[in-house]
């Protein structure tokens, strides 16, 4: 079920806070929410996956002339299918190693156009005309949909709006686009190679939209290893999803929801049939490099005493990606 979010800005009172409930317990209870009405319009979203496949459709050399670089930071440039393999941190959260498994996806990431840590790697007009600047503005308007995100979660958890403002006041955010080429389904059949591997992200919230191909699952937080289909097929479901720095935060309050990109929906595993492509994009927000991860200090009680130590969300993003990359 998708929660409308113009219960938040236009409800009454009674609304709004039945809004900021309900997202609370669907990422509680299903390790992610679907929203509607957040405010990024079909005709924006219509027009940007139409950037997304032309920039995909480019050839290889041309994305080559913004490649990510072989480390995994900064976040930056086109990733080739195989140089990012998120099978390399599926364990982490289980205490497990590397899994034997290859992503079979291509990508390009951005940050803020005013970032001035890390510069961004821009596709040139002449590749493709006005895409850059296409993207930053995209990327202020996904963030004008997070604050309210991050504001009915605050609201949600009883903890101060406005902190958890200031501690994302930099927008230090990551907009990530994806395309899983066609593959046969006989290709994922064994497990070393899958669309996206299991794992959690780093930052506070992802927001997630996909094409109707489908195929994006999230973990049931109610039973370890199963994982159920998120099965959008409408574009403008933006599909949110916690991540490890919420988690700290609020000293597991909110856990990180689990996911992975796998076979969509209704396609026989044990068949030769063809996998469509499927485009997908995800905005990975971020707090402030310098904040501390250290769990906000109305989450740590005698009954749930501190479970994290003291890390800075940059050095905690860097821990974690380190083993990202092998370009
Ligand atoms: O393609 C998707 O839907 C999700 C991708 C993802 O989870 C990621 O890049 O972290
Ligand atoms: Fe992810």
């Known amino acids: 079920m998708a929660l409308n979010m113009d219960k938040f ?35 924006v ?20 002339k913004v490649k990510h670089p072989a480390q995994a930071t900064p976040n930056r440039g086109y990733s080739y299918v195989g140089q990012e393999n998120v099978g390399n941190i599926s364990g982490f959260n289980k205490g497990l190693g590397p899994a034997n498994t290859r992503d079979i996806k291509e990508s390009i990431d951005f940050g803020a156009a005013f970032d001035d840590l890390v510069e961004n790697i821009e596709v040139p007009d002449e590749d493709l005309y006005e895409f850059q600047v296409w993207i930053d503005g995209l990327f202020l308007k996904l963030c004008e949909t997070q604050r309210h995100i991050l504001s009915a979660l605050a609201i949600a958890l009883g903890i101060d709006a406005s902190h958890l403002h200031s501690i994302h006041g930099r927008v230090e955010n990551e907009f990530r686009l994806l395309h899983y080429p066609a593959i046969p389904a006989s290709e994922l059949r064994d497990g070393t190679a899958t669309r996206c591997a299991e794992h959690t992200d780093f930052g506070t919230i992802t927001l997630i939209f996909q094409d109707a191909v489908s195929g994006l699952q999230v973990e049931d937080p109610s039973e370890p290893g199963t994982f159920r289909d998120v099965g959008s097929s409408n574009l403008t479901d933006l599909i949110l999803i916690a ?35 499927r485009y997908s994009m995800a905005y990975f927000v971020k707090a402030d490099r310098k904040t501390s991860l250290l769990p906000l200090k109305q989450f740590i009680t005698d009954e749930n005493p501190c479970r994290y130590e003291d890390v800075t969300a940059w050095d905690y993003n860097n821990q974690r990606s380190a083993s990202l990359y092998e370009g």
Do not use: W
């Open 9 to 43: 800005h236009f409800g009454t009172k009674d609304e709004k806070k039945r809004f900021c409930r309900e997202l609370l317990k669907s990422l509680k209870e299903r390790g992610f929410a679907k929203i509607r009405s957040h405010g990024v319009f079909k005709t």
């Open 45 to 64: 979203l219509d027009i940007q996956f139409d950037y997304i496949r032309r920039f995909f459709s480019l050839p290889l050399d041309v994305k080559m």
């Open 243 to 277: 991540g490890d720095s919420l988690q700290r935060l609020t000293n597991d309050t909110v856990k990180a929801g689990r996911h992975r990109v796998t076979y969509p929906p209704g396609v026989d595993k044990d068949s030769d049939e063809m996998i469509p492509e």
